[in-house]
C-alpha cells in the first residue's frame, strides 16, 4: 500500500435504520475516487472482535464494482447490531456467569492490524459516546449522526428521521381514517423519549387534532376541553398524536397506594410495574391517554402504537440523498485530517463538529419553534398557553 493510499473502515451501530447503505456507498463512491479502499465490519464490531463467527470473515472488503452496484435501498449489507459498546462487552465466564469486560484495547490492536487508517461509525447518541471514548484513546473516528427521533444536537436532520417521519404520516393517515369510520378518538403513540420532533411534525401534516411531546408538559383537562369543542354530530371523531415521552399533569391519581418499604422490597408492587410496562414502555403513554380522555369527555377512545414499526419500510428520497452525502462528508473529513468529529448537515452545508460537542445533548423542541408556530396556526393543541 502506497504511503498516500488510506484504508478505512465503516461500521453500523445498534437498532435498524432504512437506507444505511446509502452511507457505505456515498463513503465507497468518494474514497474510490480518491483511490483509498474501503472495508465493512459486519454487526457492529463483532466482526472485528469475533471474525470466527463468520464463515466469510468479519470484514467485507469493497471493490470499486461492488461499491457502484450495491442499492441504497437494500437490508443493510455490514448487518446490525444489538450492542456496538467495547468497554462492556458481555463474556461468559470460566464460572460459566455472564459478566462483561473491556475490549476497546483488543478492538484498537486489531484496526491497527488490520491497516485501518481512520473508522466511520454510523451511530445514534449513545454511539457518539463510545466513539468519542474510542477517540480519546487514539482512534481517528468520523462519526455519521443517525436518529429516528432526530434527537441528537449540532446537526439539523440526522440520517433515518426522515424515513421514519414518511412511514409515520402513513400509518397516521391510516388511523384517522379509521378513527373517522368507526368514529371514536384514535390516540396514537409515536417514538420520542426525550425529543418531539417525530410527533409535531407528522401531527402537523395529518392535521390532529391534539399533538403531546416531551417538552411541553400536557394538562389533559385542557386537552378534554378543546376536542369537546372539536366533536360534533358533524364530526364525530377525533385524533390526538402522543410522543412516547409525553409528560401528563393532573392525571388521575385514583390507585392503590404501595408503601415505600414494599416498593423498596418489590419493585413489582408498585403502580407502574402494575402497569405492565416496567421494561417496555412503548405503549404506555397512549393507553394512559386514551382511558383518561375517555372519562373526561365521556367519548370512545382507543390507543394505538405505531412505536418502532416505523423503523421498517422504504428508505424516503430525502434519506437516500442524505445517506449519500453524509458518506461522501466523512471521507471529506478524513481528507482534511479532521479526527474525532461528527458529519453535521446545517443547511446548506455540510460540517464537522467535534465529538465532544456534539455528544450528552438531546436536540430538543424549543418553546419558540416553528412548528409550534404552525401547529397553532392550524388550530393544533400542543399544549402551550394561549393555544
Not at 4 to 14: C, S
Not at 25 to 45: C, P, Q, Y
Not at 122 to 133: D, E, K, Q
Request: glycine fraction near 10%; include cysteine.
Amino acid at each position: 500500500m502506497s504511503k498516500n493510499k488510506k484504508r478505512f473502515a465503516i461500521m453500523v451501530g445498534a437498532g435498524f435504520v432504512p437506507a444505511i447503505n446509502a452511507v457505505v456507498k456515498g463513503a465507497g463512491l468518494a474514497a474510490s475516487k480518491l483511490g483509498w479502499e474501503v472495508t465493512g465490519i459486519r454487526d457492529g464490531f463483532e466482526g472485528l472482535l469475533n471474525p470466527d463467527r463468520y464463515p466469510d470473515g468479519g470484514l467485507v472488503n469493497f471493490s470499486p464494482q461492488m461499491i457502484e452496484n450495491l442499492d441504497p435501498a437494500a437490508g443493510s449489507v455490514l448487518g446490525q447490531s444489538g450492542r456496538i459498546d467495547p468497554f462492556n462487552v458481555r463474556r461468559i465466564n470460566e464460572l460459566e456467569m455472564v459478566e462483561e469486560v473491556d475490549l476497546s484495547d483488543e478492538l484498537l490492536k486489531k484496526l491497527k492490524k488490520e491497516k485501518i487508517d481512520g473508522l466511520i461509525s454510523v451511530v445514534g447518541g449513545m454511539g457518539l459516546s463510545i466513539m468519542y471514548r474510542l477517540h480519546r484513546k487514539g482512534l481517528n473516528a468520523v462519526c455519521v449522526p443517525r436518529s429516528v427521533e432526530n434527537d441528537i444536537s449540532s446537526t439539523a436532520v440526522s440520517f433515518g428521521f426522515n424515513s421514519t417521519l414518511t412511514l409515520t404520516i402513513e400509518m397516521l393517515d391510516r388511523a384517522r381514517k379509521a378513527a373517522q369510520s368507526a368514529r371514536k378518538i384514535a390516540v396514537v403513540e409515536v417514538m420520542g423519549e426525550q425529543a418531539g420532533w417525530l410527533a409535531l411534525q407528522s401531527g402537523i401534516a395529518v392535521s390532529a387534532d391534539a399533538i403531546l411531546i416531551p417538552e411541553i408538559p400536557m394538562d389533559l383537562k385542557n386537552l378534554a376541553e378543546r376536542l369537546k369543542e372539536k366533536i360534533s354530530l358533524s364530526r364525530p371523531y377525533g385524533l390526538v398524536v402522543v410522543a412516547q415521552g409525553a409528560k401528563i399533569i393532573n392525571k388521575n391519581k385514583k390507585k392503590e397506594k404501595v408503601s415505600s418499604l414494599k416498593a423498596s422490597l418489590s419493585p413489582l408492587a408498585t403502580d407502574d410495574a402494575n402497569s405492565g410496562y416496567v421494561i417496555h414502555s412503548s405503549g404506555k403513554a397512549a393507553e394512559m391517554v386514551a382511558t383518561e380522555l375517555q372519562l373526561l369527555i365521556a367519548e370512545e377512545t382507543y390507543p394505538l402504537v405505531i412505536g418502532p414499526w416505523a423503523r421498517g419500510g422504504n428508505p424516503s428520497a430525502v434519506d437516500r440523498q442524505l445517506g449519500m452525502a453524509y458518506g461522501a462528508g466523512a471521507i471529506q473529513a478524513i481528507k482534511a485530517d479532521q479526527k474525532g468529529v461528527m458529519v453535521s448537515f446545517i443547511p446548506p452545508e455540510i460540517k464537522f463538529v467535534p465529538l465532544a460537542n456534539a455528544i450528552n445533548k438531546i436536540r430538543t423542541v424549543s418553546a419558540d419553534n416553528e412548528f409550534l408556530k404552525i401547529a397553532d396556526s392550524l388550530g393544533i393543541y400542543v399544549g402551550k398557553e394561549g393555544n
